[in-house]
Nanobody
Framework: QVQLVESGGGLVQAGGSLRLSCAVS????????MGWYRQAPGKQRELVAH???????YSADSVKGRFTISRDNAKNVVYLQMNSLKPEDTANYSC??????????WGSGTQVTVSS
């Protein structure tokens, strides 16, 4: 069993920044894929960004140039640096870890609210 715990969410004004953290209960060195997702009220969950075990990253078009995903294998933490936040970024952000073909783990999420 793998546990993921997100932190760093909160209330911020538009244009501000937040850094989300996802602490993992085991070594992330060999975890194939780790990602950040978000879900706003009344909307489907969407992929924000992900990072492979080799450090290759992907970001959704809506956050490209503003959000950066990174991983610290020594601390078993994955980060999401969010800059130039917009009201439409308001959502519950959760992280995931894909360990195998049928083994994806999720955290419970952290709320991000951006005021205009």
């Amino acid at each position: 069993q793998v546990q993921l715990v997100e932190s760093g969410g909160g209330l911020v004004q538009a244009g501000g920044s937040l850094r989300l953290s996802c602490a993992v209960s085991r070594s992330i060195f060999s975890i194939n894929l780790m990602g950040w997702y978000r879900q706003a009220p009344g909307k489907q969950r969407e992929l924000v960004a992900h990072i492979t075990s080799r450090g290759t990253t992907y970001s959704a078009d809506s956050v490209k140039g503003r959000f950066t995903i990174s991983r610290d294998n020594a601390k078993n933490v994955v980060y999401l640096q969010m800059n130039s936040l917009k009201p439409e970024d308001t959502a519950n952000y959760s992280c995931s870890a894909v360990i195998g073909p049928a083994a994806t783990y999720w955290g419970s999420g952290t709320q991000v609210t951006v005021s205009s």
